[in-house]
């Protein structure tokens, strides 16, 4: 009887893991050529901060909810 090969990895997930990572390297190369200030208006407070400080912060924002969204999915 024959057995089924079985592979280190499915290729979807290779898949999934190759675009994060892809992702990841664009946000940081956006973010270190983007360390000129600027003002961010929350409610009603100016905060003036780096550029890059406001992508890094939207983007771990953006991680945590889908994070979080997913973890709700699954359980």
Do not use: Y
Not at 2 to 24: D, E, H, N, W, Y
Not at 26 to 35: P, S, T
Not at 50 to 60: E, H, R, V, Y
Request: glycine letters at 6%; a positive charge; one cysteine or more.
């Amino acid at each position: 009887m024959s057995q089924p090969l079985a592979t280190s990895a499915k290729p979807r997930g290779r898949f999934k893991t190759i675009v994060a990572t892809a992702l990841i390297v664009i946000v940081v190369i956006v973010a270190f050529q983007n360390w000129d200030p600027t003002s961010v208006e929350l409610l009603f407070i100016t905060v003036k901060m780096p550029l890059l400080f406001l992508i890094a912060t939207c983007f771990l924002i953006g991680v945590s909810v889908g994070w979080l969204i997913r973890k709700r999915r699954k359980g």
